[in-house]
């Protein structure tokens, strides 16, 4: 059925950011394919490693997570996970570690494919389980490990004893790249690749602070593709320009009265946590059907990497989510809902996620008192499909709807 | 005093941390909880302060899940359960390492579930090893010691932190002869065995020092029992009383452990030369062969099977804890390594709310066929 309606469809506008957006998470993977297939080192590489050292080395990287979520959106995740779980990994270890393991194993996934790696690139800035995942990726593969250990920070700065600790590392790093790989450092190019990431990053953040209009010119759902390019490419050229067409399009959605969202906007709210990615659709569809438009997620802060300087990008490195302790996450989130009139949130309990979902049961339910919004969540998993239920997350979202209906009614 | 009645003192310890924490206080000394895995208690001691383990406790969980998923290990859940519960109450303050997660989410859940007993952060380095991974730690310290002397009102002196050393060496070496000889007589149970190792996280260290010593002259002195079959343990904790009950009974006796809370806290001393807490940092860089701290080489792995075989085990018997991600990703390859040494390995799922334990007593059953037949 799908194939038939997709033969309607007219054909993509290239000029449109969603097209452009597609072509650089889709060439991030050719790229390195093309780079493999002439015989140039590449590299696995944690979503939160700084993109800005690979970049500036000219080295060419695919992102395992990123590769995980397509292969999980694509149907391929109980596939991969049980190779895991048949070589002895627990189904309790994040699904995207066991997807990604199961790939270094049978080294062919339809659904995604990648070139395999000469070197991982890890950051434990959003958890720990990558640190043992990749130790694992570099033995079973035997190619090195470079990583930097951005550690949880309890406090709400940055001390200058973490940003010595993690600046000493980023230029270790460095070090160790040019040694392995022959590739060497330049200041020039980096301040070129910083620049486009703050480009990039500042129409992001102007993009996704569109929700602040009601209704929001987007469906919030938009913002879930659109990440990968903010993960994997934002120091490129192409990223900064793609960015900012995005942004031109929600400018411009808003002056025309439409949006993404092709539904009427009948309730706002922020979704908590990673995409259910086998799920996209069915989540989706649940909020669409009822009105909801998802206007906002911690993605919409997260990307703002802009800094000024070498130290500043370190600092910018250890105040990524899952690096941040409680009330700093708690007070961007309430931001995010005050700044684009959220009326509820809807939190996705993920089940491989332990550093996500650890603390958020008290932390939603601070915001939700701060905000004065209901707060509901569902259990899923960003890629392994078993753990969820079609039929709980209705419930939920139903009940959620209920409630914001019956606080709108008694307005 | 025979050697079981000295074991009697270690088992009476270990049931009752409740009655060591009143203990504790009554003799006018405050109390800091230390969360697993590693935190510096050296510096602790050196303030005057008595150290206890907070590992968890063998319960069933309630209100820990007003703050926790259910797939988060039962040992920050029964953490948060016990403290919620007011069984720390009196303690001063709790410290708690960010070395996994779990752990990491524990401290922010801390503050909120028991706001009673201030949470104190030690963020140790994962790249441990280079020399700007020391500046940090010490940085770390400074700060540990900082809210150390805020929650209790002590003062550090670096000077006392020498002596603090000196006492913790002396149980790193008192602990690691003890699990040498106890490897030597299989009448200790492991049950008894557990007991000593737990004990420890309860008591003033330099008195468990003293115990061991006594217990270590008494064995000394011991008819060694009949032989049993000799196993290396691995894992976060090994004292579930269902676990060691069924080793017992099937004839195991423990050569040697990998467990998180018994052997791997006693492999690394703190090296001399230099300011003490520099020397103390030294020791956290110098660690290694452990879930919880960055392994490039994989290094635990090896380690395991060669545990093994210098230990004279004929098996290894993993506790792995339930849903513990930095143990779950060991575990595969030490299946491994362990299958190509030829080594019998069992992988037994505990955590702190086991009331079934027929899995755990199917597969030790069999292995002790294997073994004996
Ligand atoms: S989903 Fe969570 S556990 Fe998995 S890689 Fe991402 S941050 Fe880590
Ligand atoms: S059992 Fe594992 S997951 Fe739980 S606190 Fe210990 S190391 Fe962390």
Request: charged letters at 25%; one cysteine or more.
């Amino acid at each position: 059925m799908s194939e038939e309606i997709k033969k309607h469809r007219p054909p993509p506008d290239p000029n449109s950011a969603k097209y452009k957006l597609g072509q650089i998470a889709a060439k991030a993977y050719s790229d390195a394919q093309a780079a493999k297939d002439r015989g140039e080192p590449v590299g696995w590489c944690a979503s939160n490693f700084p993109v800005e050292i690979p970049e500036t080395l000219g080295l060419a990287v695919v992102y395992p997570e990123n590769q995980a979520a397509g292969i999980a959106a694509r149907g391929g995740g109980a596939r991969l996970c049980e190779i895991s779980e048949a070589d002895g990994y627990s189904n309790d270890i994040c699904a995207y570690a066991r997807i990604s393991l199961a790939y270094a194993k049978i080294k062919d996934a339809p659904e995604q494919n990648v070139p395999m790696p000469d070197f991982v690139l890890c950051c434990n800035n959003i958890c720990n389980c990558m640190i043992k995942w990749y130790e694992n990726l570099s033995r079973e593969l035997n190619i090195p490990l470079i990583m930097i250990d951005i550690p949880f920070n309890p406090d709400y700065e940055v001390s200058d004893g973490e940003l010595a600790y993690v600046k000493a590392q980023f230029w270790d790093a460095i070090h160790q790249l040019e040694a392995l790989t022959g590739k060497k450092w330049s200041d020039e190019r980096y301040r070129e690749v910083m620049e486009y990431s703050g480009r990039t990053s500042r129409a992001w953040l102007a993009a996704t602070a569109c929700a602040r209009y009601e209704p929001s010119p987007f469906n919030g759902f938009d913002l879930l593709n659109h990440m990968a390019v903010m993960v994997t490419a934002r120091g490129k050229k192409e990223a900064a320009e793609a960015m900012e067409t995005l942004l031109k399009e929600y400018e411009d959605n808003h002056e025309k009265g439409v949006s993404t969202f092709r539904a009427e906007e009948k309730y706002r709210i922020m979704f908590e946590g990673i995409a259910c990615w086998p799920w996209l659709r069915v989540t989706s569809t649940g909020l669409k059907s009822r009105g909801i438009n998802m206007v906002t997620t911690i993605y919409a802060d997260a990307f703002g990497f802009i800094y000024k300087d070498f130290d500043d990008m370190c600092r910018a490195y250890c105040r990524v989510p899952n690096a941040i302790n409680l009330e700093l996450s708690r007070d961007k989130r309430i931001k995010l809902c005050r700044d684009n009139h959220v009326e509820g949130l809807l939190v996705h309990t993920n089940r491989s996620c332990k550093l996500w979902s650890g603390f958020m049961a008290e932390m939603s339910r601070q915001i939700g008192q701060a905000c004065d919004i209901p707060v509901v969540s569902f259990d899923g998993d960003q890629a392994d499909p078993r753990n969820f239920s079609e039929a709980q997350y209705d419930t939920r979202v139903q009940g959620l709807m209920e409630i914001m209906e019956a606080r709108k009614e008694a307005m | 005093m025979t050697v079981q009645e000295h074991l009697s003192r270690f088992e009476a310890v270990a049931k009752d941390p409740a009655g060591q924490l009143k203990g504790h206080l009554a003799q006018g000394r405050k109390v800091v909880l230390t969360a697993p895995v590693y935190t510096p208690e050296e510096i602790i001691y050196a303030m005057g302060l008595v150290p206890m383990g907070a590992w968890g406790g063998d319960m069933e969980l309630r209100r820990s899940k007003e703050y926790f998923p259910a797939f988060l290990c039962s040992i920050v859940q029964s953490i948060v359960e016990l403290g919620m519960a007011g069984a720390y109450e009196g303690a001063s303050a709790i410290v708690i390492p960010s070395l996994c997660d779990s752990l990491k989410v524990l401290g922010q859940n801390w503050k909120y579930a028991v706001p009673s007993i201030p949470f104190i952060p030690m963020t140790w380095p994962q790249n441990r090893t280079p020399d700007y991974a020391r500046d940090f730690i010490l940085a770390g310290y400074e700060r540990l010691i900082r809210d150390l002397e805020a929650a209790t009102g002590a003062v550090f002196e670096e000077e006392r932190l020498e002596e603090a050393i000196r006492v913790y060496n002396d149980h790193d070496r008192a602990m690691r002869e003890l699990a040498k000889v106890l490897a030597a007589h299989p009448e200790v149970s492991a049950a008894q065995r557990s007991a000593v190792f737990k004990s420890a996280w309860f008591m003033d260290k330099a008195e468990h020092t003293a115990w061991v010593t006594e217990l270590l002259a008494a064995l000394r002195e011991a008819v060694v029992g009949p032989k049993k079959l000799p196993v290396v343990t691995t894992g976060v904790l090994a004292d579930a009383p269902g676990i060691t009950a069924l080793l017992d009974e099937y004839g195991f006796t423990v050569a040697a452990d990998d467990v998180a809370a018994e052997s791997r806290q006693y492999r690394t001393d703190t090296p001399e030369g230099g300011a003490p807490l520099e020397r103390l940092a030294r020791k956290f860089q110098a660690m290694d062969c452990c879930s919880v701290l960055y392994d490039p080489q994989k290094r635990q792995v090896e380690h395991i099977v060669r545990l093994a075989k210098d230990s004279g085990a004929k098996a290894v018997v993993m506790l792995l804890t339930k849903f513990c991600d930095p143990e779950e990703f060991d575990a595969p390859l030490i299946k491994k390594a362990c299958d190509a040494a030829g080594l019998p390995m069992v992988q037994i799922e505990v955590d702190r709310q086991m009331v079934n334990y027929g899995q755990a007593r199917t597969m030790l059953e069999t292995l002790r066929d294997t073994l004996t037949a």
